[in-house]
């Protein structure tokens, strides 16, 4: 009798023992959980920020006009600092490489030719062909909202001191006017010879086959 007690009470306590160390387990996720409010706060913070891009992402007027103010903003307090030239010409180089992505095709058609002769090129070069819409490497709203990040922490650099290093303003004007004539004539050049435009200026026949039929079908495809 006092083997099978104590069999009993040792099943007893390992059992007490398991259900606490479940509860124990759970009750220390949760003290972590609680410990680490910083890590709750990101997350929040993350959530609010992409809902608010989600209400913003359809108005693309008024996303390009506020980014435009605030870029207006920055050239006057830069002006009346006469300062912090580094930091613009850091903005200009990081915004040109943007806009390079925005009007670049996604899948390179000289590469795409060169990989896969047998696949389809994603940009049609005759007008016997289907109208197929420009599909960019950077998309709209994620060239909008890199471009709009870089320049509230430019903003944001012209209140620190340090960021304002002396240097010829000139010097750096010239050089990114010059880097901006060889990008943009080297791009034309691409569009040129693959024959396509990245902006849509309603002409979608251009893409299409010629004759009525063709623009009713282009017309089409770019409503769907």
């Known amino acids: 009798m006092s083997v099978a007690h104590a069999a009993n009470g040792a099943a007893g306590a390992a059992g007490a023992g398991g259900l606490a160390a479940l509860l124990g387990g759970g009750s220390g996720d949760d003290s972590d959980a609680a410990a680490n409010p910083l890590a709750l706060l990101h997350s929040r913070l993350s959530q609010q920020l992409r ?3 989600d209400r913003v992402a359809p108005h693309v007027a008024p996303r390009w006009a506020s980014l435009a103010a605030l870029a207006c903003l920055y050239a006057v307090r830069v002006l009346i600092l006469r300062g912090f030239y580094i930091v613009t010409y850091g903005l200009g180089i990081y915004n040109l490489n943007l806009l390079l992505g925005f009007i670049t095709p996604a899948v390179d058609p000289e590469n795409e030719e060169a990989s896969a002769s047998s696949a389809p090129s994603e ?37 620190f001191p340090p960021a304002d290093l002396p240097v010829y303003w000139p010097i750096l004007l ?6 901006f004539g060889v990008t943009m004539r080297r791009q034309v050049k691409h ?14 026949e251009r893409y299409g086959g ?15």
């Open 174 to 179: 010239v050089y990114w006017l010059a880097l």
């Open 210 to 224: 010629g004759g009525n039929g063709g623009g009713s079908g282009g017309g089409r495809k770019g409503g769907d």
């Open 123 to 159: 940009l049609p070069t005759k007008r016997d062909q289907e109208f197929r819409p420009f599909i960019r490497r950077l998309p709209e709203f994620k060239f909008w909202w890199a471009s709009l990040r870089s320049v509230l922490v430019g903003f944001a650099l012209t209140f």
């Open 191 to 204: 569009m040129i010879k693959h024959r396509y435009l990245p902006f849509d200026l309603g002409r979608k």
């Open 51 to 53: 809902r608010s891009l």
